[in-house]
Nanobody
Framework: QVQLVESGGGLVQAGGSLRLSCAAS????????MGWFRQAPGKEREFVAA????????YYADSGKGRFTIPRDNAKNPVYLQMNSPKPEDTAVYYC???????????????WGQGTQVTVSS
């Protein structure tokens, strides 16, 4: 069974830092683009960041530019989300995903994790 499992979520103070991890099982995702989306209560799921299979290209939503990075290490976990200086509006469930192309469109991703809750206190 192919699975993506997020971890590292929790409660963090605004201005702190948090690192989310996405572990894979059932197959390797080294040739897949990886991404992070999030969904806050009452809101639609939105794009956060994405990285190409090689790691050579990264894309960020305006909301996270300059604060979030999306490193990947195909030898360990396929992707991380480093959240620096989080804000209360970053509070959401964060999902990692894998797909053939790097895109901000959620429908283009083939695999999704179950999500991890991130809560940023002011």
């Amino acid at each position: 069974q192919v699975q993506l499992v997020e971890s590292g979520g929790g409660l963090v103070q605004a201005g702190g830092s948090l690192r989310l991890s996405c572990a894979a099982s059932g197959r390797t995702f080294s040739s897949y683009a990886m991404g992070w989306f999030r969904q806050a209560p009452g809101k639609e799921r939105e794009f956060v960041a994405a990285i190409s299979w090689s790691g050579g290209s990264t894309y960020y939503a305006d909301s996270g530019k300059g604060r979030f990075t999306i490193p990947r290490d195909n030898a360990k976990n396929p992707v991380y989300l480093q959240m620096n200086s989080p804000k209360p509006e970053d509070t959401a469930v964060y999902y990692c995903n894998a797909g053939v192309v790097v895109t901000a469109h959620p429908g283009e991703y083939d695999y999704w994790g179950q999500g991890t809750q991130v809560t940023v206190s002011s």
